[in-house]
């Protein structure tokens, strides 16, 4: 079996990684039958030269490879008939911007693993980039608020190593005694509370941080049982919550009276109802002054997301007053964090994090026949023909939706 890591080719440039070089050597050190080609490439977080002092074949071309793993979607130019990619398609939610890619990759007799759905049998997620969304995501909130609030200045995110690094830029700034919020307990609001610890802010509970005045700067993760409530009266639970997100009203504004700064890293499903809306805004009591939006849900729960913001200009402003976007710089406006590829600013820490599940959860299914069924449910396409598992996506592949 022949693996080859192919060369990012998508724009802005992504710098991560399926497979770092100790990653390579881990798959060929448990599969003696593996082989891992590595395609040349001059933006690659590590270079060519890593590969090859780690005794990883690098090449110009990936023709001779079975199974070829990428980070972005690879430009239908550059695809490979009759090949096996794994990806982040973006197709699975009928994206329209993706429709070409999907029927490309049909037409050329692709089979397509789509990382976004690589699961275990219940349906959670078994390679991820979330917990580095959550720590960058953090950090760039942090940095977002010290601009608005002309506080302190931190640098980007993207010109530090590590996360090592990212944490020690944040204990060099003082915070004032302000109240952040975090929603989310899933791989990206835990990695967001990593840096909230990493710089040593005291975390404090529901009753604390709604009824507590601090001299210091403090912060509350909350999950959706804090911030949602059924419309009936009867005391809900997480599952009947997922079960019937319809049955459910939002009960954020309690928390927006009293929050500064808000760190989005939750989940938001279908039907679920939003935080807080573009009315909500529009209150007196409405609090918060700056939002880092992980989950980026374009004019979604979160209503101050108007857009996705870029790595190159992260931070934008809303006018709660006119519902639009404004200069975060203004005195009225809200300042926005929402950039929607958070881990390529921390491209070697979100790899080999990324290489270390994709080994050990992935690699091993090509081997024991895909004795756990993750190929199986991942595979989006074979034989030129969408699986049964993604039929859905017929009509919207026919342009029909």
């Not at 790899?351 to 081997?367: D, K, L, N, R, Y």
């Amino acid at each position: 079996m022949k693996f080859g890591i192919i060369r990012e080719r998508k724009n802005p440039p992504d710098r991560r990684v399926v497979l770092s070089p100790q990653a390579c050597q881990n798959v060929m050190s448990a599969h003696p039958e593996a082989q891992i080609i590595v395609e040349s490439s001059p933006i690659r977080v590590f270079t060519d030269a890593e590969y090859r002092e780690a005794n990883v074949s690098v090449a110009d071309e990936m023709a001779q490879c079975e199974v070829l793993l990428g980070v972005k979607e690879v430009p239908i130019e550059a695809l490979l008939p009759n090949k096996q990619y794994f990806f982040f398609s973006h197709t699975i939610k009928k994206q329209p911007y993706n429709r070409k890619l999907l029927q490309a990759i049909l037409d050329k007799n692709i089979t397509l693993y789509d990382h976004e759905v690589i699961t275990d049998p219940k349906g959670l997620r078994l390679v991820a980039f979330g917990r580095y969304a959550g720590i960058v995501g953090a950090y760039n909130g942090v940095r977002a608020y010290g601009l608005k609030t002309k506080g302190f200045q931190l640098p980007k995110a993207e010109t530090l190593k590590d996360q090592k690094a990212l944490i020690q830029a944040l204990r060099s700034v003082t915070m004032p005694p302000i109240k952040i919020l975090l929603t989310g307990k899933g791989r990206v609001g835990n990695g967001a509370k990593e840096m909230l610890d990493g710089m040593q802010l005291r975390e404090v509970g529901v009753e604390d941080y709604l009824k507590g005045e601090f001299t210091e700067p403090v912060y509350c993760q909350i999950d959706v049982s804090e911030y949602n409530l059924r419309k009936d009266g009867v005391k809900g639970n997480m599952q009947d919550f997922f079960d019937n997100p319809d049955a459910y009203k939002s009960n954020f504004f309690r928390f927006a009276r009293v929050t500064d700064f808000y760190i989005a890293g939750h989940f938001y499903g279908d039907g679920a109802p939003y935080l807080f809306t573009r009315e909500d805004t529009k209150q007196p009591d409405f609090k918060i002054r700056v939002v880092a939006d992980i989950s980026c849900d374009i004019d979604g729960p979160v209503a101050t997301t108007l857009r996705a913001s870029t790595i190159a200009d992260p931070i934008y402003g809303y006018d709660p007053k006119t519902e639009s976007e404004t200069d975060f710089n203004q005195q009225n406006a809200i300042a926005v964090m929402a950039v929607d590829n958070l881990p390529a600013e921390l491209p070697r820490d979100a790899s080999e994090g990324f290489g270390e599940s994709f080994v050990s959860q992935v690699i091993p299914a090509f081997f024991n026949g895909d004795a756990n069924g993750i190929l199986e449910r991942a595979r989006m396409t074979q034989n030129g023909k969408l699986t049964p598992r993604y039929a859905y996506l017929q009509d919207y592949v026919d342009g029909k939706e």
